[in-house]
């Protein structure tokens, strides 16, 4: 450990860290570009000075380690020169296109100067023009030569962390520009973040370049349900004004750190998934007209069964902890159900080595544990064929669609054979379309829950946004069916079902429920 003084306040920090490590920890804030926490030290930008010893000479904090007794000034007269100088450098060739950039607002080039910039700069307006003004350099990000001020992050990154090596500097000097290598295009599974992590306008997102200013948004944390990775994101959607965009609440996601899931980033397949959470969505009861009818008409055809067995569920991962939970209590406990099903290999999908992974669900883990089945034992196919076979009176899914899983010939022999089908979910599909009932859903996103990932670590989802149409969570969906069936739940939220769930639960046990709030996560303490 290295004893330290940062601003006149003695510090205790670990021996090997960056100066910029130690001043994040102490909570000062330092200005930044080059550095990122996720990538490789460049120590190009310079601005990172701070002032080091009883003789003043600043240093770059992103690249010095830190040394028993060192006297460390971020506010001094020579770190706030040393820094309104490179800014004075950063903008001497850049264009000025605040009013019309896209990353006004977010750019850390406007902040900085605001906080520390140079406000009589000696510079003449005979700025250094670049090739290419903004162009199109793969599927996802537009590229701004005249906006890049060679931070090189996004080099870094694709070198890096993608290692797909699709960006580089070119040219010397004041002619240096960011490029993609000649051929190629930047088209990888994970490019998205590059406009995350660029500080000024240079990359922007294609699909939400234009579409809103960043200061119309309201921001919430969350959890990506497209794999049972479970990465950390914000869900950012418009909120000072009405919707301008009718049909599209949320305007993007972006990832949130959490170092042991997803670090800094996502993969673009969870990044663009956002539009499901207004698109495609079931809106309306069929046929009931009010929550209270389809309710009765749903305990009407369940009490109608002539036996246990003659009826079976499909449960499903993309569903919460919480929610499984009372299916289980409802279904299998209550009534008495023994074919419970959850899982299909064939939803399985691409996986890499490093953040997607091939199960396509964010709660399979979860669901595992709550009904005390491997993904193997809760196979969907069982079922489905004995429906096909005429076995089933009744077949009630959550969420699933028979014919994007299995095809729309086992479809139509399943409702050729099952006298009633109800269909709980959020999207139309195949499935809800042949249903006699239909239970309109919220998504994640309207909702509050949690998740367990592949690693077993349970996290916590927020409500972002209300339900759209008469679509309600399904836990108060099922704790309205369950009392319909004379089984009293006296939940008024979703954390009050959780807390039944850790009570007879042995994975959810463990669980520090001080820490739902401030970070949005749950954590076994195992």
């Known amino acids: ?77 020579k770190a706030k020169e040393s820094q309104q100088v490179v800014l004075e450098f950063l903008l001497a060739n850049h264009p000025l296109d605040c009013p019309v950039c896209d990353q006004a607002g977010e750019c850390k080039l406007q902040d900085y100067y605001m906080e520390y910039g140079l406000y009589d700069p000696k510079f003449n307006e005979q700025k250094v023009k670049k090739t290419k003004k903004a162009f ?46 000649p051929g190629m295009q930047l088209d990888n599974k994970y490019s998205g973040n590059v406009a995350d992590i660029c500080p000024v306008g240079a990359l922007t997102d294609k699909d939400f ?27 950012e959607y418009e909120k000072s004004r009405p919707y301008r965009l009718k049909d599209e609440r949320v305007m993007r996601l972006k990832p949130r750190e959490n170092l042991n899931v997803n670090k800094w980033w996502m993969c673009d397949e969870g990044r663009y998934a956002y539009k499901a959470i207004d698109q495609g969505r079931i809106l309306n009861l069929s046929p009931e007209s009010t929550w209270a009818k389809a309710i009765e008409k749903t305990v009407t055809y369940i009490k109608e069964a002539k036996a246990k067995t003659s009826w079976a569920l499909l449960a499903s ?51 595992g544990h709550i009904f005390g089945m491997t993904p193997a034992q809760a196979e969907l196919t069982p079922i489905i064929e004995k429906a096909k076979s005429g076995g089933l009176e009744g077949l009630f899914i959550f969420g699933h669609d028979i014919e994007r899983i299995f095809g729309a ?57 209300e339900p759209l149409g008469a679509s309600r969570p399904t836990w108060t969906t099922l704790a309205e069916l369950g009392r319909a069936l004379g089984m009293p739940h006296p939940y008024k939220k979703a954390e009050d079902v959780l807390a ?8 959810f046990r463990d669980m520090n429920f001080k820490k739902i709030g401030s970070k949005g996560l749950v954590w076994n303490k195992k």
């Open 1 to 77: 450990m290295a004893n330290i003084s940062i601003d006149g306040k003695p510090y205790t920090v670990k021996d090997g860290i960056t100066l910029i490590q130690a001043i994040d920890e102490a909570n000062i804030p330092l200005p930044r570009y080059c550095y990122h926490p996720g990538l490789s030290i460049a120590g190009n930008c310079r601005i990172c000075q701070v002032e080091v010893g009883k003789i003043p000479r600043t240093v770059i904090a992103c690249n010095t380690l830190v040394a028993e007794g060192m006297v460390i000034s971020t506010q001094s007269q």
């Open 136 to 181: 199109s350099i793969g599927p996802t990000i537009m590229l701004d030569q005249e906006r890049c001020i060679l931070c090189s992050r996004c080099v870094r990154f694709t070198d890096e962390v993608t290692k797909t090596h699709e960006f580089g500097i070119f040219n010397r000097g004041d002619h240096a520009q960011v490029d993609v290598a």
């Open 209 to 235: 370049r234009f579409k809103l200013r960043v200061w119309y948004l309201g921001r919430e944390e969350s959890v990506c349900p497209g794999c049972s990775r479970g990465c950390n994101t914000t869900v």
């Open 317 to 367: 991962g993309q569903y919460t902890n919480e929610e499984l939970y009372l299916i289980k209590k409802i279904f299998k406990d209550k009534l008495g159900w023994s074919q419970i099903a959850f899982y299909s290999s064939k939803q399985e999908g691409y996986e890499d080595n490093f953040l997607i992974k091939k199960d396509k669900n964010p709660n399979t883990t979860g669901a």
């Open 409 to 465: 010939e086992t479809l139509k022999e399943v409702r050729k054979k099952v006298k009633t089908l109800i269909y709980e979910g959020a999207h139309e599909n195949s499935t809800s379309r042949a249903a006699d009932i239909v239970l309109p859903a919220a998504v994640y996103a309207e909702k509050e829950g949690t998740f367990t990932n592949f690693e077993g670590r349970v996290q916590r989802l927020k409500k972002v946004l």
């Open 500 to 507: 039944d769930l850790a009570k007879e639960n042995e994975a």
